[in-house]
């Protein structure tokens, strides 16, 4: 356990790590922990809506052609300023930009 080659090429993963966590451009990948982080709870992890709070409040598979023909701007709209009462409204929880990455992250479901 004590071997100083074992501890230093742990310590040089660790580093690897932390600058590859750091290097990773804050998009794509921030938009889907955003999701997961925020949205996932009523929406399901993969947008379908087919968990808990997804059937109890009818959310609606973000993946459907349903949701996906709305516009962009309609979507960022419902983001920004909730939908029908259960849908929460995010423009004082969330920055533009961050809500103009989570309509591109509903495409990307979309495609999967
Ligand atoms: C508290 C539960 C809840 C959370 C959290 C939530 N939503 Fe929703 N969302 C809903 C419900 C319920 C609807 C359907 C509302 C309706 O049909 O009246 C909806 C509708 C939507 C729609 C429109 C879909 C349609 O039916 O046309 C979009 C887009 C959407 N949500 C995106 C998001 C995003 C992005 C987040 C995270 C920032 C999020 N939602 C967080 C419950 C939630």
Do not use: W
Not at 48 to 59: I, T
Not at 76 to 99: F, H, S
């Amino acid at each position: 356990m004590n071997n100083p080659m074992r501890r230093m090429s742990q310590a040089l993963l660790l580093s690897g790590a932390l600058m590859f966590a750091l290097n990773v451009p804050a998009r794509a990948d921030d938009s889907a922990s955003l999701y997961k982080a925020k949205c996932a709870v009523c929406h399901a992890p993969d947008g379908s809506g087919n968990n808990v709070m997804g059937k109890q409040l009818g959310a609606k598979d973000l993946r459907s052609d349903e949701v996906q023909k709305k516009s962009d701007a309609e979507l960022n709209g419902i983001i920004t300023n909730g939908m029908g009462g259960k849908m929460p409204a995010y423009k004082d929880k969330l920055t533009a930009d961050q809500i103009k990455g989570l309509v591109t992250y509903i495409r990307e479901m979309a495609k999967k």
